[in-house]
């Protein structure tokens, strides 16, 4: 009796340990902005963003614009020029 509990312990174990290691792994592949683009981006050419948050996994914050050509470009969310893109693609989505 006490050896299937602790043969049930440790199979529990090693799947939660399992699972820990591939969250972490996850983490680690994830791709975060590490800096800016200098260059304006003209509206015409972005289809969509996404926001990155600092946290334990990004440095920084970002808003991450997407191109039509499939490109990711990484931006500063407090110029004044990311944040009307922002505003005008928000509005866009909310009028679907």
């Known amino acids: 009796m006490c050896y299937s509990k602790s043969l049930l312990l440790a199979a529990l174990m090693s ?51 997407h191109t039509k050509k499939g490109l990711s470009v990484c931006a500063n969310p407090k110029q004044t020029w990311v944040k009307l893109i922002v505003r005008r693609l928000s509005k866009k989505i909310n009028k679907m």
Do not use: M, W
Request: aromatic fraction near 10%.
């Open 15 to 65: 799947v939660l340990l399992l699972h820990l290691c591939s969250e972490s792994e996850a983490a680690s592949n994830f791709d975060c902005c590490l800096r800016y683009t200098d260059r304006i981006l003209h509206p015409k050419f972005i289809v969509g963003f996404t926001q990155q948050l600092a946290n334990e996994t990004c440095d920084i914050n970002a808003v991450i614009f």
